[in-house]
């Protein structure tokens, strides 16, 4: 069954860190890319971070050189590590597997994931 759990949210001061997981099952690995998204209250989803399985990232401007993502792709696990956390990283995030289309650099469009995890809260106080 597929399958995306995510892990590692929590409430964190400004310029705390954090370090998000995400569990996938065998099959979700099997993807062009896996990224994580977030969406804070009454703003539309958005990608934050991409990894293709070569190693390859993506990320949005808003998090570059804040966030890194890696993999482990022997426990089928993808990681976000969060460091400088400002008020405005507070969101939901999410963990999601592309299995739709491969490009370079991998894709933070959220039309190209298909599958997503249930989510974890972040959230940087002031």
């Known amino acids: 069954q597929e399958q995306l759990v995510e892990s590692g949210g929590g409430s964190v001061p400004v310029g705390g860190s954090l370090r998000l997981s995400c569990a996938a099952s065998?099959?979700?690995?099997?993807?062009?890319?896996m990224g994580w998204f977030r969406q804070a209250p009454g703003k539309e989803r958005e990608g934050v971070a991409a990894?293709?399985?070569?190693?390859?990232?993506n990320y949005a401007n808003s998090v570059k050189g804040r966030f890194t993502i890696s993999q482990d792709k022997a426990r089928n696990t993808l990681y976000l590590q969060m460091n400088s956390l400002k008020p405005e990283d507070t969101a939901m995030y999410y963990c999601?597997?592309?299995?739709?289309?491969?490009?370079?650099?991998?894709?933070?469009?959220?039309?190209?994931?298909?599958?997503w995890g249930q989510g974890t809260q972040v959230t940087v106080s002031s």
């Open positions: 990894i293709d399985m070569d190693g390859s990232t």
């Open positions: 999601a597997a592309n299995l739709v289309v491969f490009t370079i650099p991998p894709s933070l469009l959220e039309r190209n994931f298909g599958y």
């Open positions: 065998k099959y979700m690995y099997s993807t062009y890319s």
